[in-house]
């Protein structure tokens, strides 16, 4: 039984506080990972140059995630960055197309609004935000798995 003496209501110092971005980072990497069926291995090679190892001290909470981190969690999840530092990790439109994108030996799902091919790099966005990037030279397909749905 825990002592009534130290309750939050007597000393609300003790109640657990908000998380911060870094917390929910680590938390919506697992939960988006595990939602998708992934395993840490998966993840790390969806991410390219990521061992799993890191991605399972992102998800502890046992390294701290850097910017390149949280841009290749995001580009991976198909989400924004900032969407990884809240609590609502998925797309608000759920009726974005969804792309396969094949680089050098790596494939991924983009969910993206406009995708930009330029010359030298090809930019996929999700609400007017950059969600991935790629040197054109190294894409080797896109492929449109969902379409937008019509409005109704």
């Known amino acids: 039984m825990t002592d009534p003496?130290?309750?939050?209501e007597r000393h609300p110092e003790l109640a657990p506080g908000p998380l911060t971005a870094a917390e929910w980072v680590a938390a919506n990497v697992k939960?988006?990972?595990?939602?998708?069926?992934?395993?840490?291995?998966?993840?790390?090679?969806?991410?390219?140059?990521?061992?799993?190892?890191?991605?399972w001290s992102a998800e502890a909470g046992r390294r701290r995630i850097t910017v390149?981190?949280?841009?290749?969690?995001?580009?991976?999840?198909?989400?924004?960055?900032?969407?990884?530092?809240?609590?609502?990790?998925?797309?608000?439109?759920t009726d974005s197309p969804v792309y396969e994108v094949t680089t050098d030996g790596t494939t991924q799902a983009i969910t993206?609004?406009?995708?930009d091919p330029?010359?030298?790099?090809?930019?996929?966005?999700?609400?007017?935000?950059?969600?991935?990037?790629?040197?054109?030279?190294r894409i080797l397909g896109i492929r449109l798995l969902t379409e937008e749905s019509p409005d109704a």
């Open 31 to 55: 939960a988006l990972r595990t939602q998708r069926g992934w395993t840490q291995d998966q993840l790390a090679d969806r991410m390219g140059h990521k061992s799993p190892q890191a991605v």
């Open 118 to 137: 330029g010359e030298t790099w090809t930019s996929f966005y999700l609400r007017e935000a950059r969600v991935f990037l790629a040197p054109t030279a």
């Open 5 to 8: 003496m130290l309750s939050e």
């Open 68 to 93: 390149n981190d949280l841009v290749d969690f995001a580009a991976a999840f198909g989400v924004t960055p900032e969407s990884l530092m809240s609590d609502t990790p998925e797309p608000a439109d």
């Open 112 to 115: 993206a609004d406009t995708v």
